[in-house]
């Protein structure tokens, strides 16, 4: 059984759609096949959107780790390149701060993942 990958969606990309949705007069159905996108959401961000506004849009949960979103991501920006590098160096400086070595990482990481194999 294959698991399902969630979409994040920014205010700023939900208030692209939605406003591409009025302005070029689509309809749902096309602009759910154009963003690759449920045709649920696109009613639930509208009717947000219609009700309080851009600030409707915004998210209740923020994305757990940044830094995997912009892995997964093909082509990123100069703006996300640098900061997908500035989070990759802060990381990197937390880890030597406490003392750890790149192999102690990776050992602890072999552990963590040997132990959830076994539950």
């Given at each position: 059984?294959?698991?399902?990958?969630?979409?994040?969606?920014?205010?700023?990309?939900?208030?692209?759609?939605?406003?591409?949705l009025?302005?070029?007069?689509?309809?749902?159905?096309?602009?759910?096949?154009?963003?690759?996108?449920?045709?649920?959401?696109?009613?639930?961000?509208?009717?947000?959107?219609?009700?309080h506004?851009?600030?409707?849009?915004?998210?209740?949960?923020?994305?757990?780790?940044?830094?995997?979103?912009?892995?997964?991501?093909?082509?990123?920006?100069?703006?996300?390149?640098?900061?997908?590098?500035?989070?990759?160096?802060?990381?990197?400086?937390s880890?030597?701060?406490?003392?750890?070595?790149?192999?102690?990482?990776?050992?602890?990481?072999?552990?963590?993942?040997?132990?959830?194999?076994i539950?």
């Amino acid at each position: 059984m294959s698991r399902k990958k969630y979409r994040y969606w920014s205010k700023e990309e939900k208030h692209r759609i939605i406003k591409r949705l009025f302005d070029e007069e689509l309809g749902v159905r096309e602009l759910c096949r154009v963003e690759r996108i449920s045709p649920a959401l696109i009613y639930k961000w509208k009717a947000s959107y219609l009700e309080h506004g851009i600030e409707g849009l915004e998210n209740s949960v923020k994305p757990r780790n940044p830094l995997v979103k912009l892995q997964n991501k093909k082509n990123l920006t100069e703006l996300e390149q640098l900061q997908y590098e500035n989070m990759k160096l802060k990381i990197e400086n937390s880890r030597l701060k406490k003392g750890y070595t790149n192999e102690e990482v990776i050992a602890i990481r072999q552990k963590k993942s040997s132990r959830k194999n076994i539950k």
